[in-house]
């Protein structure tokens, strides 16, 4: 991806360059069955990003392990490059969740970035569902998503876009660009679908009608899983109550009956997170019988 250096002229900036320690974070977790529950066999981590403890306390599902990523530096700023990744082993059960809202900070001349590969295995399950993102007056934020999922696998994969700090004076769609890129794709590298949706405020009325229009707050979700349970998957999602002038949501069959994606727009964030809670619980109930639970952060 190309430097936006350039175009700050000759102003020195006082950002760390790209690669030095602080820029570069990284969390990898590898989730398998053992002595019955599903555990972190394998995992690492680099601040800006880190991990605390896998947990099991879903009276539901009670061999799942939970997992928080925390960025205790408290957001992304210019020049940050993260990587994510989760793999769940054959038999494993995992949610993957962060402990706040991802900020992403005012920026002057470059960008931050996050890289996320998400591998399911056959007859694994894993759900990661992320708090939401939030650019700042003139952030850059660019995401990169591969998921890679086994034609016996499920992934529930959800996430939620703000406009900006809509609590802060009204600061909307100040951003610079957002840029979101996902490739879907099964273990032996044959392409499902790609997803590409880029925003730049600066240069397009994100209002107008056919962009995002009244309703600023972008929810998103990906459910990957085996072809048997899209009946009930579209019949649970159809009966999601959320409807106009609240909220516009609407959802369709992945190719090559891969699983469904669900899309909503609405203007409240409270509306937001009901809706993805909502459909995750409606995925839940199908794929797996069970309830989601109250989530536990800490």
């Not at 996902?182 to 392409?191: E, I, M, N, T, V």
């Given at each position: 991806m190309e430097t936006l250096a350039e175009n700050a002229g000759s102003r020195p900036s006082l950002q760390l360059p790209v690669g030095t320690a602080g820029k570069v974070g990284f969390v990898e977790m590898e989730f398998a069955p053992s002595r019955g529950l599903t555990r972190l066999v394998r995992s690492r981590y680099q601040i800006p990003l880190q991990l605390l403890r896998a947990?099991?306390?879903?009276?539901?599902?009670?061999?799942?392990?939970?997992?928080?990523?925390?960025?205790?530096?408290?957001?992304?700023?210019?020049?940050?490059?993260?990587?994510?990744?989760a793999t769940a082993r054959a038999g494993a059960a995992a949610h993957v969740t962060t402990v706040s809202a991802t900020n992403v900070y005012s920026m002057e001349t470059d960008y931050g970035s996050l890289e996320e590969e998400l591998c399911v295995d056959a007859d694994a399950y894993l759900e990661y569902l992320p708090d939401p993102i939030i650019p700042h007056r003139n952030a850059r934020y660019r995401q990169s998503t591969r998921l890679i999922v086994d034609p016996h696998g499920c992934l529930v994969y959800g996430e939620i876009l703000l406009p900006g700090r809509i609590h802060m004076n009204a600061e909307v769609f100040l951003y610079d660009e957002v840029d979101f890129?996902?490739?879907?794709?099964?273990?032996?590298?044959?392409?499902?679908?790609?997803?590409?949706?880029?925003?730049?405020?600066?240069q397009m009325n994100c209002d107008q009608v056919g962009r995002v229009g009244s309703l600023g707050i972008i929810?998103?979700?990906?459910?990957?899983?085996?072809?048997?349970?899209?009946?009930?998957?579209?019949?649970?999602?159809?009966?999601?109550?959320?409807?106009?002038?609240?909220?516009?949501?609407?959802?369709?069959?992945?190719?090559?009956?891969?699983?469904?994606?669900?899309?909503?727009?609405?203007?409240?964030?409270?509306?937001?997170?009901?809706?993805?809670?909502?459909?995750?619980?409606?995925?839940?109930?199908?794929?797996?019988?069970?309830p989601i639970p109250e989530v536990r952060k800490y």
């Open positions: 947990m099991h306390y879903d009276s539901a599902e009670p061999t799942m392990a939970y997992m928080s990523v925390i960025a205790p530096v408290g957001g992304v700023v210019q020049g940050d490059r993260l990587k994510l990744s890129r996902l490739r879907a794709l099964r273990p032996d590298g044959s392409l499902l679908f790609v997803d590409h949706f880029r925003l730049e405020p600066k929810t998103t979700m990906y459910v990957l899983c085996p072809p048997n349970y899209l009946p009930h998957l579209r019949q649970a999602l159809s009966e999601l109550s959320l409807a106009p002038p609240l909220a516009l949501v609407g959802f369709s069959e992945l190719p090559e009956s891969s699983g469904l994606m669900l899309r909503g727009l609405t203007a409240d964030t409270v509306l937001a997170g009901r809706l993805l809670t909502s459909a995750w619980q409606a995925a839940r109930r199908v794929l797996r019988g069970t």
